[in-house]
């Protein structure tokens, strides 16, 4: 698709934000008016309707693509979304171990035992740690005081979670990481431990390299999203 407009604006509106084409607001996917909560999101999202070249790139819309997703999916079932998410805590990532004899047990008590202690410590909750892969279930006591913690986020920070958790296969991690200063890097190594530690023993193919390269820049687009969505 060519390119159909010249100028790109943010505009203030009844509940929030919005990018103006030519002075026209944006519609999302779902044909909703693309309301946003802050003016730095719509800003973002202006950038990118700015950045585009005479022929339009649907691909660099990723900003644009999450922010359809918490209006045209979220808003009208937040329910639903956040029911998607708990099966993430389910079989979190941090709770499911090596067997205690394997060297790369030694590297998940490393890496992963301070973040899900320090988790716990904030939420005040204890998770079940797993050896093997037979599943055991997390106390309710724990699953509802997750289920606490998420249905107090916005609907853009809820589509922000369900980005985070479906990459990191944990909603530990994903909680973390839209919290204020979170760690990037030390999130996303956490998340990718298991993956890290088959590199070392058997190297790294270029495709692999770049499909993992995708996932830690969609993992801190949607870092990015949660920290807009509230700002002043």
């Known amino acids: 698709m060519k390119r159909f407009y010249k100028d790109v604006t943010v505009d203030q509106t009844d509940g929030g934000w919005r990018v103006l084409l030519d002075g026209r607001g944006i519609k999302t996917a779902g044909g909703r008016a693309q309301v946003v909560p802050s003016k730095a999101l719509a800003e973002e999202l202006a950038a990118e ?21 918490a209006i045209d999916a979220v808003t009208p079932d937040r329910t639903k979304v956040i029911a998607d998410l708990l099966p993430y805590a389910e079989t979190d990532t941090l709770c499911y171990r090596a067997d205690p004899d394997e060297a790369l047990y030694q590297r998940q008590l490393e890496v992963w035992e301070p973040l899900l202690a320090s988790i716990e410590e904030r939420l005040g909750v204890r998770f ?10 997390q106390p309710e006591v724990t699953l509802a005081r997750l289920r606490q913690e998420i249905e107090a986020e916005s609907n853009f920070a809820l589509a922000a979670l369900k980005m ?4 990191a296969a944990s909603l530990t991690i994903a909680t973390e990481a839209i919290r204020p200063g979170a760690d ?23 495709e692999a390299a770049e499909r993992r390269t995708a996932r ?17």
């Open 49 to 69: 309707w700015a950045g585009q070249g005479e022929e339009i790139d649907p691909a660099a819309f990723h900003f644009r693509d999450l922010a359809d997703f």
């Open 128 to 137: 079940t740690r797993i050896s093997g892969i037979l599943h055991k279930p």
């Open 164 to 167: 985070l958790a479906s990459l």
């Open 184 to 206: 990037a890097e030390a999130l996303w190594k956490a998340a990718e431990l298991e993956s890290d530690w088959q590199i070392e023993l058997w190297g790294e193919d270029w």
């Open 216 to 232: 830690f820049e969609a993992f801190t687009l949607a870092m990015r999203m949660a920290e807009l969505s509230r700002a002043e």
